[in-house]
């Protein structure tokens, strides 16, 4: 049973990047306004997260590493955030498959912070022979997650991540784009032991103060917003979009639909389309879109590793995104 959880959560935590997307989400799930993040060899040796969210009860702290059990611990309210969200109730029992993960909280009723460590999971006695419950401990309000050597048991996983910069690259690009897409929330990311952060925003900026903190003000200085209603589709575009007479080496596009970040090659290769009108050959467009739209229409997950979007209406949507950002294109160049 042990090998093919592991199997399982292979499926769903492939690299260190997307261990932590689902980490990043769950502070936010918590309402942190502040998440710090903390990373050694790409995220192999150390993937840390510090967050001042509401904090895990410690008679749930037995369950929040059990597979499916999870969705327990929330409302009914919930049901349709988590059709939005895909694997609801695996993620933190996916990485205590696959590496070993540590649990401090404290939710803002409780005199004192847990602390309890996880393996396959379930709690680990502090000893051997010990009982496996949380130890009290010394903390501040919301929750602290670290998963350690990540894929420990699972050799060819953890050999064929070979290179952790390019691993901190992945990191950098999932906390970016969380950051940017996040007003009201201060992300910070670095390596252990680097004074400087590679990331760090404020709880003060706005989405668009958030892009030139991370891109630099020659792409922030030429975004044009975008924002638009389209009742029919029950979807709401807000975004900030290259100007046609700017362009960037590499297509950069940051998608969220329903606040998750997520990928459309379909969405990607129609907003190129259009941008290729205006741009010079060879160069393309620097793009932040977010779609609201009901989540009931949306299927994140068409295959575990690839979390590719789809979603009901899809020719007509991109057909309205993409009139959108036309006219919008086209208005800023009369
Ligand atoms: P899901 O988010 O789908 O419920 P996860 O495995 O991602 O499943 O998380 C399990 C549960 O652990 C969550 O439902 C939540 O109750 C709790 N949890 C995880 N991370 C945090 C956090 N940072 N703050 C508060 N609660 C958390
Ligand atoms: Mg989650």
């Excluded at 997307?18 to 903390?38: G, H, V, Y």
């Amino acid at each position: 049973e042990a090998v093919v959880n592991r199997i399982a959560a292979g499926e769903i935590i492939h690299r260190p990047a997307n261990a932590l997307k689902e980490l990043i989400e769950n502070s936010l799930d918590a309402k942190s306004t502040t998440i710090q993040i903390s990373v050694k060899d790409g995220g192999l040796k150390l993937l840390q997260i510090q967050d001042n969210g509401h904090g895990i009860k410690v008679e749930d702290m037995g369950i929040v590493c059990e597979r499916f059990t999870t969705s327990k611990l929330r409302t009914f309210d919930d049901l349709s955030s988590m059709s939005t969200y895909g694997f609801r109730g695996e993620a933190l029992a996916s990485i205590s498959h696959v590496a070993h993960v540590t649990i401090t909280t404290k939710t803002k009723d409780s005199n004192c912070a847990y602390k309890a460590s996880y393996s396959d999971g379930v709690i680990v006695p502090a000893k051997p022979g010990a009982t496996a419950e949380p130890k009290p401990c010394a903390g501040n309000n919301g929750t602290q997650i670290s998963a350690e050597d990540l894929f420990y048991n699972v050799p060819t996983r953890r050999n064929a991540l070979k290179n952790p910069t390019e691993e901190y690259n992945r990191i950098l690009d999932i906390v970016n784009r969380y950051a940017i897409h996040n007003e009201g929330v201060s992300f910070t990311c670095r390596k252990v032991g680097s004074n400087t952060p590679d990331v760090h925003t404020t709880t003060t900026a706005t989405v668009l103060d958030n892009i030139r903190t991370i891109y630099g003000s020659a792409v922030a200085n030429e975004l044009l917003s975008l924002e638009q209603n389209f009742p029919v589709f029950s979807l709401k575009i807000k975004g900030w979009i290259s100007n046609a007479n700017y362009s960037v080496k590499k297509f950069a596009f940051l998608l969220f639909i329903n606040h998750r970040s997520v990928d459309s090659p379909a969405i990607r290769k129609a907003i190129e389309a259009v941008y290729a009108a205006f741009l010079p050959k060879n160069t393309h467009p620097w793009v932040y879109l977010s779609l609201e739209m009901d989540p009931r229409n949306v299927d994140v997950n068409v295959h575990p590793t690839k979390r590719e979007v789809h979603f009901m209406n899809e020719e007509e949507i991109i057909e309205t995104i993409c009139g959108a950002i036309q006219n919008r294109l086209g208005d800023a160049n009369v």
